[in-house]
């Protein structure tokens, strides 16, 4: 790729209040701009295709892998491929922007092994997995064996935290929204003289 920009890459379990605090940073900042992901899984009452994701079918995922029209890919859960479109990306830094990320600790990995400078990585946790499960249960939307699956996952995400750049616990919703306010303002504005 070309131009390169800057990558801000949010990580986080289900249920922890990432997609809040995702919503708040672009509410708040004009200059990041939502990165867009394939995924094989299926939409969630109320998701619309372009905008939380672009939901694909294996075979279109598998093509996408082929045609080198992935920066970065994840089986996150079995038989369920999330990943980052290189368009996306291309899209974000022509409009001169900053690409925000909503992926797993792996992913986060390979993008930083690949070596881009520019990078901000973020990671938000619940305080435990107890309240995990009570906002995982309360919002409704998955089966009792999807919330298991995420649980186990998140468990497993947490030991990644210690290679982000910033851990984020997110007990208090107004504090980690001035918290991570103030990261993400000082990385995009950190070359503005
Ligand atoms: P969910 O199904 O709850 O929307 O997302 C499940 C997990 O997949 C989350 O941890 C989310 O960050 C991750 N994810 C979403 N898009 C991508 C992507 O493009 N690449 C990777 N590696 N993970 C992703």
Redesign the pocket.
């Known amino acids: 790729m070309s131009l390169q920009g800057k990558i801000i890459i949010?990580?986080?379990?289900?249920g922890s209040g990432?997609t809040t605090l995702a919503n708040h940073l672009l509410q708040t900042f004009d200059r990041l701009s939502f990165?867009v992901?394939?995924?094989t899984?299926k939409p969630?009452p109320g998701e619309i295709h372009g905008r939380?994701?672009y939901y694909v079918s294996q075979d279109d995922f598998r093509r996408m892998i082929r045609e080198d029209e992935?920066f970065?890919?994840?089986e996150?859960?079995d038989n369920?491929y999330?990943?980052?479109?290189m368009s996306e990306i291309q899209r974000i830094w022509r409009e001169g922007k900053v690409a925000l990320?909503?992926?797993?600790?792996?992913?986060?990995q390979?993008v930083e092994q690949r070596g881009y400078k520019n990078v901000l990585t973020i990671y938000v946790k619940a305080s435990s997995l107890e309240v995990l499960r009570k906002r995982l249960t309360g919002r409704g939307t998955e089966s009792e064996e999807a919330i298991q699956k995420?649980l186990h996952?998140a468990a497993e995400?947490l030991e990644y935290a210690k290679y982000f750049d910033y851990v984020i616990t997110n007990d208090n919703l107004a504090l980690a929204k001035k918290v991570v306010g103030l990261i993400v303002d000082d990385f995009i504005y950190s070359d503005i003289f």
């Open positions: 949010l990580t986080a379990p289900s990432k990165s992901s394939a995924t899984r969630r939380e994701y992935l970065e890919y994840q996150v859960y369920q999330y990943g980052t479109l990320f909503d992926i797993d600790v792996k992913g986060a390979l995420r996952r995400e």
